[in-house]
C-alpha cells in the first residue's frame, strides 16, 4: 500500500500529541489553511497577524518619538551652553549662533505725520504795546486787598497811576525813564508789620526800551514810597533797600524799609525778603497777564 499524502512535500509520519518522539508536521503558515475548509479564511490568524504588525509600528513611533525628543533637548541645551559664554576645546569663548525669529507682534497703524501750531508764547503779548491791548490798571496788576508769599501775608495799602514817570520815581530814575519812553507808572505798597514795600511798574512800548532802561539804572534809581491808607511814610531820608528788574515791555521797582523810619542794614533779612516778594509777585502778574492774552488768541 503507497503512503498516504499530505498535500505537497512528500511522505509525512503521523503525529501522535500522546507520543514524546512524534514530530508535528510542518504544514505551510498561510492564513487560509485553518483545519477546516481550505476556501474559508482563518480569521482569527488575520487578527493576530494585524495586532502583530500595529504593535510593531507603535513601538517604532515612540522610539522615534523618544530619539526626536533627545536630539531637540541636545539641541537646546547646546544653545543655551553656548549663549552662557562656552569655551571650545582651544579655551576660547564660543557665541551662540544669532537666530532671527518671526515677530508676532501685531502691525500697529500707521498714521499720516500731523504737525500741531506751536503752543503762543506769553512774554510775545507782554513785549509791545501793539500786542499788550489787555485792560491794565492798579487794580488788575495789583488785585486783591492782601498777597501772600511761602506762607507770609502782606496787606495791600495805597495805590497809584500816573502817566508822569518823574513824579513817581527818585534819584536817577526819572531822568532814565524819560530818556527811554516812559509812558505810565502804576505804584502800589504792600505791609507786613512796620515793614513796608512800595512796587512801582514803568511802561514802554516795546521790550527793547524797557530793557535799555533796566540796564541804565544803578542804586540810586528808586521808585518813590507811597504812604497812606494806614501806612505811615517810610523811606523819607532812611536808608532802605531798593530793587531793579524788566521783563517784556515793563521795567519794575521795589523800595522797602521801615514804617518806623529805622534804617536799614544787611542784618534786615526780613525787608530784604519782603522786597523780594513783592518783585517776585509783580513777575508772575506781568506774566500772568501774558498767559491770559495768549490763551484767548489760541481761542479765537
Same mark, same amino acid.
Given at each position: 500500500?503507497?503512503?498516504?499524502?499530505?498535500?505537497?512535500?512528500?511522505?509525512?509520519?503521523?503525529?501522535?500529541?500522546?507520543?514524546?518522539?512524534?514530530?508535528?508536521?510542518?504544514?505551510?503558515?498561510?492564513?487560509?489553511?485553518?483545519?477546516?475548509?481550505?476556501? %474559508?479564511?482563518?480569521? *482569527?490568524?488575520?487578527?493576530?497577524?494585524?495586532? %502583530?504588525?500595529?504593535?510593531?509600528?507603535?513601538?517604532?513611533?515612540?522610539?522615534?518619538?523618544?530619539?526626536?525628543?533627545?536630539?531637540?533637548?541636545? *539641541?537646546?541645551?547646546?544653545?543655551?551652553?553656548?549663549?552662557?559664554?562656552?569655551?571650545?576645546?582651544?579655551?576660547?569663548? %564660543?557665541?551662540?549662533?544669532?537666530?532671527?525669529?518671526?515677530?508676532?507682534?501685531?502691525?500697529?497703524?500707521?498714521? *499720516?505725520?500731523?504737525?500741531?501750531?506751536?503752543?503762543?508764547?506769553?512774554?510775545?503779548?507782554?513785549?509791545?504795546?501793539?500786542?499788550?491791548?489787555?485792560?491794565?490798571?492798579?487794580?488788575?496788576?495789583?488785585?486783591?486787598?492782601?498777597?501772600?508769599?511761602?506762607?507770609?501775608?502782606?496787606?495791600?495799602?495805597?495805590?497809584?497811576?500816573?502817566?508822569?514817570?518823574?513824579?513817581?520815581?527818585?534819584?536817577?530814575?526819572?531822568?532814565?525813564?524819560? *530818556?527811554?519812553?516812559?509812558?505810565?507808572?502804576?505804584?502800589?505798597?504792600?505791609?507786613?508789620?512796620?515793614?513796608?514795600?512800595?512796587?512801582?511798574?514803568?511802561?514802554?512800548? %516795546?521790550?527793547?526800551?524797557?530793557?535799555?532802561?533796566?540796564?541804565?539804572?544803578?542804586?540810586?534809581?528808586?521808585?518813590?514810597?507811597?504812604?497812606?491808607?494806614?501806612?505811615? $511814610?517810610?523811606?523819607?531820608?532812611?536808608?532802605?533797600?531798593?530793587?531793579?528788574?524788566?521783563?517784556?515791555?515793563?521795567?519794575?521797582?521795589?523800595? $522797602?524799609?521801615?514804617?518806623?523810619?529805622?534804617?536799614?542794614?544787611?542784618?534786615?533779612?526780613?525787608?530784604?525778603?519782603?522786597?523780594?516778594?513783592?518783585?517776585?509777585?509783580?513777575?508772575?502778574?506781568?506774566?500772568?497777564?501774558?498767559?491770559?492774552?495768549?490763551?484767548?488768541?489760541?481761542?479765537?
Amino acid at each position: 500500500m503507497r503512503p498516504m499524502s499530505y498535500g505537497q512535500g512528500g511522505p509525512q509520519s503521523q503525529w501522535d500529541p500522546w507520543k514524546p518522539q512524534s514530530q508535528q508536521p510542518q504544514q505551510p503558515q498561510q492564513p487560509w489553511s485553518g483545519g477546516g475548509d481550505e476556501g %474559508t479564511p482563518d480569521w *482569527a490568524a488575520l487578527a493576530e497577524a494585524s495586532e %502583530t504588525r500595529g504593535k510593531r509600528r507603535k513601538l517604532l513611533f515612540i522610539g522615534g518619538g523618544v530619539l526626536a525628543t533627545v536630539a531637540v533637548g541636545a *539641541a537646546v541645551a547646546l544653545a543655551v551652553v553656548s549663549a552662557n559664554g562656552r569655551n571650545d576645546a582651544s579655551g576660547h569663548p %564660543t557665541q551662540a549662533p544669532s537666530v532671527s525669529l518671526p515677530d508676532s507682534s501685531p502691525t500697529a497703524p500707521s498714521f *499720516a505725520p500731523t504737525s500741531a501750531p506751536p503752543p503762543l508764547d506769553p512774554k510775545e503779548f507782554i513785549s509791545s504795546a501793539e500786542k499788550d491791548t489787555a485792560p491794565l490798571s492798579p487794580a488788575t496788576l495789583f488785585p486783591g486787598t492782601r498777597l501772600t508769599m511761602g506762607g507770609t501775608v502782606y496787606e495791600k495799602g495805597a495805590t497809584g497811576d500816573t502817566t508822569s514817570c518823574a513824579t513817581a520815581t527818585g534819584g536817577s530814575l526819572p531822568k532814565i525813564l524819560a *530818556a527811554d519812553g516812559c509812558t505810565r507808572v502804576m505804584r502800589a505798597t504792600y505791609t507786613n508789620g512796620d515793614i513796608a514795600v512800595t512796587v512801582g511798574v514803568a511802561l514802554f512800548d %516795546t521790550e527793547a526800551q524797557a530793557a535799555k532802561a533796566r540796564k541804565q539804572t544803578d542804586d540810586h534809581s528808586i521808585v518813590r514810597a507811597l504812604p497812606g491808607k494806614g501806612v505811615a $511814610a517810610f523811606c523819607d531820608g532812611a536808608t532802605c533797600r531798593s530793587t531793579r528788574n524788566a521783563y517784556g515791555r515793563y521795567a519794575y521797582f521795589t523800595l $522797602a524799609g521801615f514804617t518806623t523810619g529805622k534804617n536799614v542794614t544787611t542784618k534786615d533779612t526780613l525787608v530784604f525778603r519782603a522786597g523780594d516778594d513783592v518783585a517776585e509777585f509783580t513777575f508772575q502778574q506781568i506774566h500772568r497777564r501774558g498767559q491770559a492774552q495768549a490763551s484767548a488768541a489760541a481761542n479765537q
